[in-house]
């Protein structure tokens, strides 16, 4: 069975920082592009972030410069790294991994990131 568990969320002030880990069993994330979305109450979901099965990585326009995105391949755990968080930040942020090969694609449950101005 496949699990992808987000943690690190959390409550925090405008310019401060969180690291969310996304932990995966059952798949392993380096054969995995892995990714990182976000869902603010009344908007739809949109990409923040995706790492490549090589270390490409691309960025919303809203989050560069300020969130970086990594992969342990030891621990397999992803990680999104967000640091002068903004007010607008305030999100259930998503892990998402997708197998290169066979295409399929997994979701962790979610994890809330409330940013206080």
């Known amino acids: 069975q496949v699990q992808l568990v987000e943690s690190g969320g959390g409550l925090v002030q405008a310019g401060g920082s969180l690291r969310l880990s996304c932990a995966a069993s059952g798949i392993i994330l380096r054969w995995n592009t892995v990714g990182w979305y976000r869902q603010a109450p009344g908007k739809e979901r949109e990409l923040v972030s995706i790492?490549?099965?090589?270390?490409?990585?691309t960025y919303a326009d809203s989050v560069k410069g300020r969130f970086t995105i990594s992969r342990d391949s030891a621990k397999n755990t992803g990680y999104l790294q967000m640091t002068s968080l903004k007010p607008e930040d305030t999100a259930v942020y998503y892990c998402y991994a997708q197998n290169i090969v066979n295409k399929r694609h997994y979701w962790g449950q979610g994890i809330q990131v409330t940013v206080s101005s």
């Open positions: 790492i490549t099965m090589d270390g490409g990585t």
